[in-house]
Structure formats: C-alpha cells, structure tokens
C-alpha cells in the first residue's frame, strides 16, 4: 500500500529531474548557437556553395549584393553547428514542438534623413514568438552592428506536464561589431630584418722590430690578416597609422536634382576627415522611348564606368575601382541618359542609391515630367489657278469669216419657135423668157475693236 502511494510521487519527480536535465541542455546549446553565429558574422567570410552570380557577369561573388547574400545562410549554419542535441525540426512552423529559427539583423545606415535601414523585433516567449528583422535580414557591413538570435520551442516529455504545456520557447541572442573585411587588416608592417654586413678590413703589416745583437734577428714576414667587423646598419621601421573609419553621418546628401533633360545627379559632401569611396550605385528608372538607356555614371564630370544599359534599373557595384571622395569634398555623382527624344528628355521618378566603403547609403528620389510633343503643321503651298488674259495686240483687226451666200444661175431654156408651112398661116406669138436678174449680196467683216478682260489677281 506504502509503495503504491508513494511510486506515482517518484516517478513524477524522476520524470521531472530528466526534463530539467534536457531543459538544460537545450538552453545551453541554444546560447551556444548565438555565440557561434555572431563569431563568424563579425568575421565578414562565408561559404563559397553559397555563391550565386546573380549579376551574370561569370564570377560568382564579385560583388557586395552576393556577398551579403553568400554571408547569411553562412551564419545560420554557424549557428546551427553550434546549437547540437536537441530535437530540432525547421520544417515545422512557429509555436510547435521543434522549431527553430535563427534570425540575423544589422544596424546598417542609409536613407534620407540617415537612419536604419532594418529594424530588429525582439522575441517574446510568453506567446512563443521569435525574433525578426524587417525588411529582410541583413549581416551589416564594416562598423555596423550584426545581431544574431536563435530561437528554439522545446518539446516536453513528461506525460502529465506536457499535456497542458507540450513545449517552452527558448531565446537567445547575441550582438557584435562587423571587422572591418573590406579593407587591408594590416596597417603597417615592419620592414624586414637586416642581417649583419660583414665587411672585410685589410690589417697594416707587421713592421720589423729591432733585436739585441746577441739574438739572431728574426725575419719579419709579413702576412695580411682580414678582421670581419660585423657593421649594423639600421634600418627605419615603418610606424603603424591608425586610418580612423569614417562616419556615415558625415557623408551629407546635399541635392538630388535633374540639371538637363538626359543627366540624374546627385550631389555628396564628404565632411570625414579621411577619403572615402563608392562602392556601390543604383538607379530606378522608366523607360519612356524605345531607344532610352543609361549610358554611364560619372563622379565629377568624368565617365567611370559604361553601362549602356536599356532594362530598368541600373546598379554598378564599382568596389574594384572605386572613385574617391576626398576629405570635406563636394562633389557630383550623374548618371547620364541616351536615347532620349530631343525637347522632351527624361521622364519618370528617379530613385538614387549610392553606398560608400560598402557600408554609408544614400538614397533619394526626385521625379521630371517631360514636357508634351507638340506637332508642328508644315505649309503646303496649294497652286492658284489664274485667268491669264489672251493679249490680242491693239491695232489688228480680226478677219471673221463672212458666209457669202453665192445665188446659182439657172438656165432657162429657150423656146425657139419653128416655122411651119401650112396652107394656113397663123402667127404665133411666141413669148421668150428673159433670164432673171441676178442679185449678189457680199458680207464685208466688220472691224471689233480689242478690249482686255479685267485683271483678277493684279
């Protein structure tokens, strides 16, 4: 009876000190995860299968786009290396047994007024939410902030307990300063060490001493003996110059202007009290005529690369040859336009980024509304019909055919009377006809003297 009472009680509290016992362990391997993950972050390396040369230009990780790309899942499997036995599943989704998330954010700066350009969400483990990091995630450049956390759900296995609690939301996170992976680590070095120089110095003869007469002289020979003097040379050594990191505050965005029909410019101070450099350039654009295109971006009215691209937008990462802004320099940045239609140029909102020693971003946007084609009517000149008067010269008269009417003679036969003898004379009288008169009627012309039409288009 004693046994059965009391057996529940310790099963319960065995069951307990095993969950304990994995609760720890899962803790200590999700701070573990933390601390390995922002270890390699701070480094600014990142595992080469990672690579993608989203760019197309034939090498992979060429430029900043695909290193930060290449450089977070290098982190998360960092930190997953270091987060090692616990029951861990990724494919499940948030607030089940299992879960587990890493999440990488930075302080990176940029945009007008400078600010953050990622916000980090903390965690909360009452309602086992995890950290997040909006927009997107992002590892920082050189001097920023990269913060990694991990989050994990814990499954139970303790019959009673996890009936009503089946898991419990562990956190952790870790945050470091990124190194400065862009640029040379080492300073200066010093020069090389400078061995002893050895220089051969011929010795004087010995000369020849006199001796008493009761010796026998001796013979002086004379024998050169070479002394290596070891003679050090010293050698200046260069002294390490601390380059202080410039400021992103200190890179100002003056203007942001459209100066002609066919150039963006945008117009930089660099108040650091050391150079600093583009490494990065992007434009938004719309394509408005068929033949439009971005021909080059220049730094100070000098060409720095050549684009000649004619699909929206258009980003250069010039990190191999950067141009340089010198300290508290002034100085244009343009993107230049071809194939505009003349008299009515660009047209469109123009987004800017400019990023300085992969880190600084400077963004804005300025807009133009080109200006409508208006068409021009061309004169055509329409032929007028003109009477041109028929000059007849004053003075000469106009024959005008007359019909003559010519009357025809008609011959009359003559009755020639013809004498008959007959017993009986009768006289007969014979009537002769006379031929009829004839009569001629001549039209003569008649003389109309000229009188010009009057004039229609004098």
């Not at 595992?47 to 930060?68: I, K, L, M, N």
């Not at 021909?295 to 937008?313: A, C, K, M, Q, S």
């Amino acid at each position: 009876m004693e046994f059965a009472l009391i057996l529940p009680v310790m099963v319960l509290v065995l069951f307990l000190i095993i969950e304990l016992g994995r609760l720890l362990h899962a803790w200590l391997a999700v701070e573990n995860g933390a601390r390995f993950g922002v270890r390699y972050a701070v480094t600014g390396e990142f595992d080469d299968p990672y690579c993608v040369d989203s760019d197309a230009s034939g090498t992979a990780c060429d430029s900043r786009v695909e290193v930060d790309s290449a450089r977070i899942p290098s982190i998360e499997d960092s930190a997953r290396s270091g987060s090692v036995g616990i029951l861990r599943n990724e494919a499940v989704p948030e607030s089940t047994e299992g879960y587990y998330r890493v999440t990488v954010c930075s302080s990176r700066i940029g945009g007008l007024p400078p600010g953050p350009l990622f916000t980090y969400i903390e965690p909360d483990p009452p309602n086992a939410k995890s950290a997040d990091c909006t927009p997107t995630e992002d590892a920082g450049g050189p001097g920023d902030r990269v913060r990694v956390t991990v989050d994990f759900d814990h499954p139970l296995i303790v019959p009673i307990l996890s009936s009503w609690w089946p898991q419990i939301h562990l956190t952790a996170s870790r945050e470091g300063i990124v190194e400065m992976f862009r640029t040379a680590r080492v300073v200066g070095l010093p020069s090389t060490l400078s061995l002893p120089t050895f220089t051969a110095t011929a010795s004087p003869p010995f000369s020849d001493t006199p001796v008493p007469s009761a010796t026998p002289p001796a013979t002086a020979t004379e024998t050169p003996t070479q002394t290596e003097t070891p003679t050090n040379t010293p050698t200046p050594s260069r002294t390490p110059t601390i380059t202080p990191t410039p400021r992103c505050s200190d890179i100002v965005l003056v203007s942001l202007t459209i100066p002609s029909e066919d150039t963006v410019r945008m117009r930089v101070d660099n108040n650091n009290p050391v150079a600093v450099f583009l490494t990065y350039a992007s434009i938004g654009w719309t394509k408005t005529y068929s033949n439009q295109k971005v021909g080059e971006f220049r730094v100070g009215g000098n060409p720095y690369v050549t684009l000649d691209d004619d699909t929206p937008p258009t980003a250069y990462d010039s990190s191999a040859n950067p141009p340089p802004w010198a300290s508290g320099q002034v100085q244009n940045w343009d993107a230049d336009f071809d194939g505009l239609a003349s008299g009515q140029g660009l047209n469109g909102t123009f987004p800017v980024t400019l990023i300085f020693d992969g880190r600084c971003t400077l963004s804005g946007s300025v807009s133009r509304t080109a200006p409508t084609a208006t068409i021009t009517p061309t004169r055509t000149r329409t032929p007028t019909r003109t009477r041109t008067p028929t000059r007849t010269p004053v003075g000469m008269s106009t024959s005008t055919p007359t019909i003559t009417r010519t009357p025809t003679v008609t011959r009359t036969p003559t009755i020639t009377p013809t004498r008959t003898r007959t017993p009986t004379r009768t006289a007969t009288s014979v009537n002769s006809p006379t031929a009829p008169a004839t009569s001629t009627r001549t039209n003569t012309p008649t003389i109309t003297p000229y009188t010009p039409p009057p004039c229609v288009d004098c």
